[in-house]
């Protein structure tokens, strides 16, 4: 090392394996949608001009999904995966057509569903430069590119890979996570809406309860309905009803704080979390949703599907003394009041 040379401060060191010991210690299989990295395949779809784009992480054999779009997928095993060549070599891969390429031509996801034949895939690093996953964009169509669109997929692919080193998941989500084995996320875990399940939701919503009491802190509870969603099964079908689920998972996700948890309480309703706020601020949180969905018809491929929420909600305020179920029972009765007063709005019921 010459004498100009600056090591790597200690401080620095310590930092960087920190981070390191962070993103391994937080298993990303089982783990709910993040707003964060959902903004990113959204603005890769628009900016790149493919259909799907995803954010995935390989552990073993497998590959997650950690964010994807336009593609109802969670995971697949790695002899499945478009990316382990690009994975393999490290560096960055575009195919513009799978059909003449040596290593994709066979993939059942190029021969069967979907028929792939676009394939372009940056890989995502750790700090010692280890490969452990990829931002990735899929068409259905063969396409040509320019410098100008491998720049955007570095871009991109950047973006995803810095979001990894940040603050993970916080609060009573992190905890359960590194608390509880890949198996048991596993079971907390609805691989349709990629959010909480109701099992997960309740061990949130216990655990939330259990820390506000013992600081009396203030917690909102919102259950939240998907007005007329049989109707949508019915005239629709059910591959458009698991469509409006994902699509309302994922709304409901962006117009709330990271630090709130979102579960999948039963078939089409869904459960909020929302800590350290008042009854204003968590009712101006529950109209935002209510806004989101129903400024965001649910498009398919076929046509478009009206879509809305009646929600109910409940304050633990300071000093209460009340039980989830106790509080669970209160969103209920406010959102039965929503669905008897015309559904598409917020109620709240008052002791």
């Known amino acids: 090392m010459g004498d100009d040379a600056t090591p790597l401060s200690s401080d620095l060191a310590s930092t960087a ?54 593609w109802p997928v969670t995971e697949l095993p790695m002899s499945k995966s478009l990316c382990a060549e690009m994975l393999k070599k ?4 575009v195919v513009e057509d799978t059909l003449n390429d040596l290593y994709l031509m066979s993939n059942p996801l190029v021969c069967r569903g979907p028929k792939f034949r676009f ?9 010692t430069g280890d490969t ?17 669109f491998a720049t955007a997929l570095a871009d991109l692919g950047d973006m995803a890979n810095r979001e990894l080193f940040t603050m993970e998941l916080n609060n ?24 909480w399940n109701r099992r997960g939701g309740m061990d949130l ?53 990271p630090q709130d948890v979102v579960c999948r309480y039963g078939g ?16 101006t949180i529950a109209n935002r949703i209510c806004s989101s969905i129903r400024d965001l018809p649910i498009r398919t491929r076929e046509k478009t ?20 179920e106790q509080l669970i029972e209160k969103a209920d009765k406010a959102l039965y009041k929503s669905k008897e007063t015309g559904r598409n709005r917020v109620s709240i019921v008052k002791d």
């Open 119 to 127: 394939y372009a895939g940056y890989p995502m690093k750790d700090i």
């Open 90 to 93: 490290g560096e960055a891969l």
């Open 17 to 70: 394996t920190m981070k390191l010991a962070s993103l391994h210690s937080l298993d990303p299989f089982y783990t709910p949608l993040e707003e964060r990295f959902e903004r990113i395949t959204r603005l890769a779809g628009r900016a790149l001009g493919v259909p799907v784009a995803a954010i995935t992480i390989v552990k073993d054999d497998r590959q997650w999904f950690k964010s994807v779009t336009g």
């Open 172 to 195: 009573a989500q992190s905890e359960l996570i590194t608390k509880l084995g890949e198996s048991r996320r596993q079971a907390m875990f609805d691989p349709l809406t990629r959010l």
């Open 132 to 148: 452990i996953g990829s931002f990735c964009v899929m068409d259905i169509k063969p396409r040509k590119t320019d410098a100008g």
């Open 305 to 324: 599907v009206p879509t809305t929420m009646s929600i109910g909600m409940a304050m633990r305020d300071h000093g209460d003394d009340v039980t989830p």
């Open 205 to 257: 919503l216990n655990a939330a309860m259990h820390e506000v009491a013992k600081h009396d802190h203030t917690l909102g509870l919102c259950l939240a309905d998907i007005d007329h969603f049989k109707s949508v099964n019915d005239q629709f079908g059910h591959s458009v009803g698991d469509q409006v689920l994902r699509k309302v998972a994922s709304t409901i996700v962006a117009a709330v704080r």
């Open 268 to 283: 089409e309703e869904f459960m909020v979390i929302v800590r350290d706020v008042d009854a204003k601020a968590c009712l």
